[in-house]
């Protein structure tokens, strides 16, 4: 499976303000998803990032709050912008198997929390 | 839309005994179905998965089997042990893009020594 990386693991934010995960693959992978962990809570799927064009929402997320880049095969981030304390989750990227299967595997994932 | 529900919510067994987590999914087209361990402060961990046209998967203690007539999957965990103390996730991939997952509400699972 590929190796993945999320920076940062943590942080502590305050209302108002925006904050910047990246996700880094060791491999090319053509789609890349965000999730969202709330407390003691299941994974919510907030975006997939492709590269080349947009990213594809899921209802509840808008672009606005989540904006996503994707500027090559083994690196996007994603932004929570203008916090609020109900932003603190943990997210999570995830890339498919390398060999086309459905497979995901889970980046270490990034534990916001917002004052 | 699309849902997947996921039961027991919490599970506490004795080592040694077998444990079994049940999943049921609303999108008959979904294909794929894995199911996800993630212990305190860690990532999900990809443990075992299924695909649609078979009935029944093993790979060692754990084992999944799914009713695609009756939408249902479950994962069967048998001699637990300690180390299997933790949060289980079962999903299924959506019809519009096989590699999208919607997630079940997950299961704490607690192995008493």
């Known amino acids: 499976s590929a190796v993945i990386s999320q920076k940062p693991s943590r942080d502590i934010c305050q209302r108002g303000t925006s904050l910047t995960i990246q996700c880094q693959v060791d491999?090319?992978?053509?789609?890349m998803f965000w999730y969202r962990q709330q407390p003691g809570q299941s994974l919510t799927l907030i975006a997939t990032?492709?590269?080349?064009?947009?990213?594809?929402?899921e209802s509840g997320f808008v672009i606005d709050k989540f904006p996503i880049s994707r500027p090559n095969l083994t690196f996007s981030t994603l932004t929570v912008s203008n916090m609020s304390p109900e932003d603190s989750s943990i997210y999570l990227c995830?890339?498919?198997?390398?060999?086309?299967?459905?497979?995901?595997?889970f980046g270490p994932g990034t534990r916001l929390t917002v004052l | 839309g699309e849902n997947v529900e996921q039961h027991p919510s919490t599970l506490s067994v004795q080592e040694g005994d077998s444990a079994v987590i049940k999943c049921t999914y609303s999108?008959?087209?979904?294909?794929?179905f894995p199911w996800y361990k993630q212990e305190l402060g860690k990532r999900p961990q990809l443990i075992i998965d299924?695909?649609?046209?078979?009935g029944e998967k093993k790979d060692q203690r754990i084992a999944v089997t799914l009713n695609k007539t009756a939408k249902h999957f479950s994962l069967h965990i048998t001699e637990t042990q300690p180390e299997d103390s933790a949060v289980y996730f079962c999903?299924?991939?959506?019809?519009?893009?096989?590699?999208?997952?919607?997630f079940g509400s997950g299961t704490r699972l607690l192995v008493r020594p």
């Open positions: 995830s890339v498919p198997s390398a060999g086309g299967f459905n497979e995901q595997f």
């Open positions: 491999s090319q992978v053509t789609m």
């Open positions: 990032a492709n590269q080349g064009s947009e990213a594809t929402y």
């Open positions: 999108d008959s087209a979904s294909n794929y």
């Open positions: 299924i695909r649609s046209n078979v």
């Open positions: 999903a299924a991939s959506i019809k519009d893009s096989s590699y999208k997952l919607i």
